[in-house]
């Protein structure tokens, strides 16, 4: 019971940081943003896929990146009793010389990066796990900004991923490209949400 609670409280910080933090940003340049990056304008729920698989020739320039592919699924949720909309994330991950699933997920909210007042989200992973930032690029792509970020794999805490993540990376940046739902299906946590997105 003190762990619902400690949860509980925890998540409300968060809502009310993210809903904070949207008060300073403009409204038509996120309402833009939503637009490119869910593809139109948001329902009660609607999601966005990124996708990148490294192919042999990337990997071979860049020796020292461990990641060989990852895909982001963006949520966006109306919450029409807080008069606001919810943003989430997921991440996975594959690796090149790991086999299993990993990844991360977190609470995000829009800010406003640079002086030219470009918008992007940024966004937390759970209990201090670091974070991510992410901005379009273009209509059909994505660019995920991340430091170090605590990884998951099968519900376990992975540390050795969460340091393989960054190693060789440009920048510690990288291009995702909008792919079909169905695509990030193993991201969806809800059983029956993911029912609905395999029939889309």
């Keep these: 019971m003190k762990y619902v609670w400690i949860v509980g409280a925890i998540a409300s910080v968060v809502a009310a940081n993210a ?18 990056m869910f593809g139109g304008p948001l329902s009660q729920k ?47 991950f594959k690796y090149r010389h790991r086999a299993g699933n990993f990844d991360s997920s977190g609470y995000c909210s829009h800010i406003v990066e640079n002086t030219g007042g470009e918008i992007r989200l940024g966004c937390s992973v759970d209990c201090e796990g670091g974070g991510i930032q992410v901005a379009m690029k273009d209509d059909k792509s994505a660019l995920i900004q991340l430091k170090r970020i605590r990884i998951w794999e099968r519900n376990k805490a992975d540390e ?38 395999r029939r889309k």
Excluded at 19 to 36: I, L, M, P
Excluded at 58 to 77: D, F, G, I, W, Y
């Design 46 to 92: 609607t999601y966005a896929c990124f996708v990148r698989r490294y192919d042999a020739s990337h990997l071979a320039q860049h020796p020292k990146q461990r990641v060989s592919a990852m895909k982001l699924l963006a949520t966006a949720e109306d919450a029409p009793e807080d008069k606001t909309v919810n943003y989430s994330f997921r991440l996975g």
């Design 160 to 197: 050795d991923a969460s340091n393989d993540l960054v190693a060789g990376a440009d920048d510690k940046i990288f291009r995702v490209d909008r792919a079909d739902l169905r695509e990030c299906a193993e991201l969806v946590t809800d059983r029956r949400e993911l029912a609905a997105l």
């Design 19 to 36: 809903s904070h933090a949207q008060e300073g940003v403009d409204k038509a340049k996120a309402t833009a943003f939503n637009a490119r």
